[in-house]
């Protein structure tokens, strides 16, 4: 069965510093892979993408992420956070087959000053 | 519309009342499909929709729950006799086309508080 696995519960960074949100999947097939952010109240927003091509993929907000398959991962990276960044981030796996989205369990970012 | 709308925002309810959810999705979208969200956790599928034709519905909890898109448009889900455990944020989400690479387009959601 499709799983995605987030390892990081709640990452602390400060406000200028980089971040890594990480995110590996069990997928049998070429993954669609999505990064999604959820800001408090609000719905999920899509940050990036990956479908094919090129394996680092840019998104909104100065964010990307780095499709590896050798190790199963797609991680998502900003060079410097923005207080704003503060939110839940959810990594998704879409299954091609059944038109299905699977979920992590979200990692939880706070932004120190 | 603009984005994909949900009603109640907010819904309270008593242990064995039914309950209906509704989701407006971006106007012209194919797919729709209904998730719950429990705290501390990432979104879990429950089903969702091709136009009007219920694709998959492998992720409803049980037979209390149902849901529907008579139309092709918009989309209930109804749970029955509602228990403490169904207490969650459901959300809804459209996608443009019904096939593959898709992408969901969410709504803030329904927070749903069974007492």
């Known amino acids: 069965a499709q799983s995605v696995t987030q390892p990081d519960i709640h990452i602390t960074v400060s406000e200028g510093a980089s971040l890594e949100l990480r995110c590996n999947y069990s997928y049998g097939a070429t993954p669609y892979l999505f990064w999604y952010v959820q800001s408090p109240g609000q719905g999920l927003q899509l940050l990036l993408k990956?479908?094919?091509?090129?394996?680092l993929v840019q998104g909104i907000k100065g964010f990307e992420a780095e499709f590896k398959r050798s190790q199963s991962s797609f991680n998502l990276r900003k060079p410097s956070v923005h207080w704003s960044d503060a939110a839940e981030y959810f990594c998704a796996v879409g299954e091609n087959t059944g038109n299905q989205f699977y979920f992590g369990t979200g990692t939880s970012l706070t932004v120190i000053p | 519309g603009a984005g994909v709308s949900q009603s109640p925002r907010y819904k309270v309810t008593k242990r064995g009342q039914d309950v209906a959810l509704r989701c407006d999705p971006i106007?012209?979208?194919?797919?729709l499909y209904w998730y719950r969200q429990a705290l501390g956790q990432g979104p879990e599928f429950l089903t969702y929709f091709n136009y009007e034709a219920q694709q998959d519905k492998s992720g409803l909890p049980n037979d209390r729950f149902s849901a529907e898109r008579p139309e092709g448009s918009i989309s209930t889900l109804t749970i029955q006799r509602t228990e403490q455990r169904d207490s969650a944020m459901y959300r809804c989400?459209?996608?443009?086309?019904?096939?593959?690479?898709?992408?969901?387009?969410f709504g803030e959601g329904s927070r749903l508080t069974v007492l």
């Open positions: 106007s012209g979208h194919v797919s």
């Open positions: 989400a459209s996608s443009p086309g019904a096939g593959w690479p898709g992408e969901l387009f």
């Open positions: 990956y479908f094919s091509g090129d394996t």
